[in-house]
């Protein structure tokens, strides 16, 4: 395959398409409520990674910044996001609306073992900012759109802080957090969910990626920045607050479920969160397909 995938055949450009019917219009979700509450413990941050190098693309920018790769924190963030990151193409990625990238952990060690060891695979080569250890109740993808979280320092320290992805470690224990930190943690709303495309595509070479990484519709969210500070392996996730709409990041992306999209209206016209651009285009263009 050539450096910037150009010759890369894919079998699809972009894995959620607007207008684009999706599996929930038939029903089929369960009505999952997410199992995080307001002060629960979402998990740890098990590395926070910016961009290593940027590789050959042949997207319009020329160069894609998706292989990322962990340093030792703390890290400062700021509304942009991780102090040394960057993101190539910026119509599309990065922003205040996509000012991190966070993946579950345990979704990222699955991928590895798909690709296998002669991949390589490890933390930040998929893009992420972070990786995120789930705790016992869930993972980073229960969360609710638009739910604000804590990421800081706690007791939750030196578990899940391994740079490999390759190797399996127990979930992060619920911890109290730190009274006498001189680091300030950052705050942060969940704006919505990677929608996996033909970049990503080229930087894992694999042209039917797009569509495979979303198999399992845990595809990792997207982070506005509502509170600068700064960021470490070892930080615990919390939830500050959540809306309430009962719709989870993984929900969401799994369905598009037009009864989901109403319901996140309106959580919006109650002023239980805002919408991102990026996240209301899709659901307003559910909001009206037939279920069933």
Not at 183 to 212: H, K, Q, Y
């Amino acid at each position: 395959m050539r450096d910037d995938g150009a010759d890369l055949v894919l079998t699809r450009g972009l894995a959620r398409v607007l207008g684009e019917p999706h599996a929930g219009t038939d029903g089929r979700h369960r009505d999952e409520p997410s199992p995080f509450v307001d002060g629960d413990l979402v998990g740890a941050v098990g590395a926070v990674c910016v961009v290593a190098r940027l590789r050959p693309d042949c997207g319009a920018p020329g160069v894609s910044a998706i292989h990322k790769a962990p340093v030792d924190g703390p890290v400062a963030v700021n509304a942009l996001g991780l102090l040394g990151d960057q993101q190539a193409d910026r119509e599309h990625h990065g922003g205040l609306d996509k000012a991190l990238y966070v993946m579950d952990a345990a979704e990222a060690r699955h991928w590895a073992g798909v690709l296998g060891p002669e991949h390589g695979l490890a933390a930040g080569n998929m893009g992420e900012n972070m990786l995120i250890e789930p705790g016992a109740i869930g993972g980073i993808d229960d969360v609710e759109i638009g739910a604000i979280l804590s990421i800081g320092p706690g007791s939750a320290q030196g578990r899940g802080s391994e740079r490999s992805i390759g190797e399996a470690e127990g979930p992060i224990p619920p911890g109290e957090p730190g009274e006498d930190s001189p680091r300030r943690g950052i705050l942060v709303t969940v704006t919505g969910v990677r929608n996996p495309c033909s970049t990503f595509a080229r930087g894992m070479g694999r042209g039917d990626w797009a569509e495979v990484f979303s198999e399992r519709a845990r595809v990792g969210v997207y982070l506005s920045v509502l509170r600068d500070g700064s960021v470490s392996a070892g930080d615990e996730v919390r939830v500050v607050s959540t809306p309430g709409h009962r719709v989870t990041c993984h929900r969401w992306f799994a369905h598009h479920d037009p009864r989901d999209a109403r319901a996140m209206l309106a959580s919006e016209a109650f002023g239980n969160l805002r919408l991102a651009d990026f996240t209301r285009k899709y659901v307003v263009a559910a909001a009206d397909e037939q279920v069933g």
